[in-house]
């Protein structure tokens, strides 16, 4: 995974990989889940969400990063796409010994995740890429306005269908945006 990178088509002033962003993810994840749990009076397993983040993108190892504007320019695109990550998420699990396969078929094959997960990871993924972006454009990468525009429009579905999101921005989002002089 440290070897696909992310955001390929596009100019970054800081390389992204796989690997590096699926951490990322499960570091939100499983906040959005103690925050869910602590503030919300939810019961989700915070190690499940990071678990179930840390392979969100196991279909890249196979198929790389794709472009998010070509994945979703159409329906039938999107669908054409999803079978083929589907089919990717597959061959990883068929890869493992075949007493692990039931271990790891529901993080492993995204139809498979449990949707309360899937979802909270969704939020995760979101707003990680949208931090990429502020982080892109406060090194003044013009590349990266739109991405924003349009990512901060899903993290306000987000804050408006899930409250953990809006208390977690409220929470980290000044922190997560610092240069290393502000946050000491």
Not at 76 to 84: C, N, Q, R, V
Not at 86 to 91: K, N, S, V
């Amino acid at each position: 995974m440290n070897l696909i990178k992310r955001w390929s088509p596009m100019h970054l002033v800081k390389e992204e990989n796989v690997a590096e962003h699926s951490h990322q993810v499960a570091v939100i994840a499983h906040l959005l889940a103690t925050v869910r749990n602590v503030y919300c009076g939810g019961d989700i397993n915070p190690e499940r969400a990071a678990t179930v983040a840390l392979y969100h993108e196991v279909s890249e190892t196979k198929l790389q990063d794709i472009n998010h504007v070509t994945k979703y320019s159409t329906p039938a695109l999107t669908e054409e796409f999803k079978k083929i990550e589907d089919m990717a998420e597959l061959e990883c699990l068929d890869s493992l010994p075949d007493k692990l396969k039931p271990l790891f078929k529901g993080l492993l094959v995204q139809k498979d995740v449990d949707l309360e997960y899937k979802k909270l990871v969704k939020a995760a993924d979101v707003i990680t890429a949208y931090f990429k972006a502020c982080d892109e454009l406060k090194f003044h990468n013009p590349e990266f306005v739109s991405v924003k525009n349009r990512l901060a429009a899903k993290v306000e579905v987000y804050k408006a269908q899930m409250k953990e999101v809006e208390i977690l921005l409220d929470l980290f989002e000044q922190g997560c945006l610092a240069n290393i002089d502000d946050l000491s």
